[in-house]
């Protein structure tokens, strides 16, 4: 009997204990499909998040105001959306290139991701050039060719641009106006940035300005001096421009902040006023230099004193050498450690940006579709080899970068004005005028090419008649490389800096 009574209350049993383990399946599973939605959304939040961050490089632009939202078009749903915050505060990105830190957030139903980058953005090319003529491989200047750099010992500092238009009396101006500053209308501002520094015949001496704005061709300028009864700008008096304009300078590390400091080379000498000295770094950036100055180093720096860059004629990470009537002007430097050992250090430092970039804003054509022709200070990558040779010759300005070999034999009768960058050998000869700045790679590996960088494959050549004009073959013109800087300034370059990516 006890036997029959067992086997009824051991069915009960395994019944309620089967139902615990379905009511517990059963509420597993609802767990987890409540889970899986929830994991799907903020999954998907996360990959428009990263969607964004993906995204942001081709929505800045330099001096432009940044981007609040990013979308996303989707062809079988709605369109989706995420939003840029900037916790540094940034509205615009900086003219002068600098970092931004971005953070992007996403939401898709009921999920939510918040990713958080920073990146790198460049403006325009920095055209860091320390000669007029720069080369990895070793340097020959040969025939009755002349490379030119630019007098030191003469330089102001200053490039003539522009004339004033109309009368001025800065005394009177003052008068009405307590901060000083006034308006200036002159016959072409182009070249005049925000934030530089100016120097204008005022009662027939030079005197020295900031810009505050630009309208057009009028300029709002500050005098940064106490302007008198003769300080009268008459129409047609000279307006000139200091490239690297000194803004602040701190004695303790010896750095001076500049409106600009593209252009500048680590071991380059530079004069400010009476000092001189070499430069130890540069901050494109923040638009400073650190300088290790000769003798007594200065206490102080005025506002707006100009920087003067030393150009030599040639400098090389090789030997340079000269026969016949070949002549380098101004200095050389040989075996410099201004000029990089690597390829790819030489193209960012001029450029401000790697190769692979460069190639994605400016694709090669090929060199059988060049004719040799460059207009209106536009940026032209061929790839290489290039002849200009026979019918085809280097005309225009602008700035020409040729990946590959690149053979010179002569310019149209106005010459070439620009910058010509050589991702290969370079070999000019013939009648041919360069004004601005020529910089060569050579091939990528010197080794190959002998321990003094000899052998026939790994050279520049700067051979054949004089040319034209006056000056040389090739001549450094300091208005040629600042014109480039500021036409290429809408160039941006963006670029996000390794390990800063974060989920937040």
């Known amino acids: 009997m006890r036997k029959g009574i067992a086997t009824p209350i051991t069915l009960v049993v395994l019944m309620v204990v089967f139902t615990s383990l379905l009511a517990a399946t059963s509420y597993m599973a609802l767990s987890t499909l409540r889970g899986g939605a929830s994991e799907r959304s903020a999954y998907q939040a ?7 961050l993906e995204a942001f490089p081709l929505l800045v632009r330099c001096g432009g105001s940044l981007p609040s939202a990013y979308t996303l078009s989707v ?43 920073t990146f790198q953005v460049r403006c325009g090319i920095t055209g860091a050039v320390p000669a007029a003529l720069t080369s990895r491989p070793r340097v020959e200047v040969s025939g009755n060719a002349r490379v030119v750099g630019f007098d030191f010992a003469s330089d102001s500092g200053y490039l003539s641009l522009t004339r004033a238009s109309l009368t001025q009396n800065l005394n009177l101006l003052s ?8 308006s200036l209308s002159v016959d072409d501002a182009t070249l005049i940035p925000t934030g530089s520094y100016l120097r204008i015949t005022t009662g027939g001496e030079p005197k020295t300005y900031r810009v505050e704005r630009k309208d057009g061709n009028t300029l709002t300028l500050t005098p940064l001096f106490q302007p008198g009864l003769a300080d009268i700008i008459l129409p047609g008096a000279n307006v000139e421009l200091a490239p690297y304009g000194v803004k602040a300078y701190d004695p303790d590390d010896r750095t001076l902040t500049l409106n600009d400091a593209r252009g500048l080379v680590v071991g380059q000498k530079v004069r400010v006023g009476s000092y001189q000295g070499v430069v130890e770094r540069v901050n494109v950036e923040r638009g400073q230099v650190t300088v290790s100055w000769e003798g007594t180093p200065p206490t102080s720096i005025p506002e707006g004193t100009p920087l003067v860059a030393q150009v030599l004629g040639a400098a090389s990470s090789r030997t340079i050498d000269t026969s016949g009537g070949g002549q380098i002007l101004y200095g ?51 790839q290489g080899p290039l002849n200009l040779t026979g019918n085809k010759v280097l005309c225009g300005r602008g700035i020409l970068v040729v990946f590959g070999e690149l053979t010179v034999n002569g310019t149209c009768p106005q010459g070439f004005q620009g910058l010509v960058y050589v991702a290969g050998d370079y070999d000019q000869q013939g009648n041919a005028d360069l004004r601005g700045a020529v910089v060569v790679e050579g091939v990528a590996n010197l080794e190959g090419c002998g321990p003094q ?26 208005l040629v490389l600042y014109r480039l800087r500021v036409a290429s300034q809408g160039i941006t370059s963006v670029s996000p800096v390794s390990g800063t990516w974060r989920r937040l």
Request: charge should be negative; proline fraction near 9%.
């Open 46 to 52: 996360f990959t428009l998040a990263e969607s964004a």
């Open 453 to 478: 960088g000899g052998g026939d494959d790994c050279w520049t050549n700067i051979a054949g008649t004089q040319g034209r004009q006056a000056g040389g073959k090739i001549e450094y013109d300091p």
């Open 332 to 382: 050389s430097a040989p075996q410099s450690p201004m000029v990089p050992t690597s390829p790819n250090d030489l193209f960012q430092r001029v450029f401000g940006m790697s190769k692979e970039e460069f190639r994605r804003l400016y694709p090669p054509v090929s060199a059988s579709s060049f004719g040799g022709a460059l207009q209106d200070w536009e940026i032209k990558s061929v």
């Open 75 to 117: 062809s079988s749903g709605p369109t989706l959306s995420a939003t840029y915050s900037y916790p540094d505060g940034q509205t615009t990105a900086p003219p002068s290139g600098g970092s931004i830190k971005v953070r992007a957030v996403a939401q898709h139903g009921g999920g939510k991701a918040t990713l958080e980058q």
């Open 175 to 182: 008068a009405l106006n307590p901060n000083n500053t006034f």
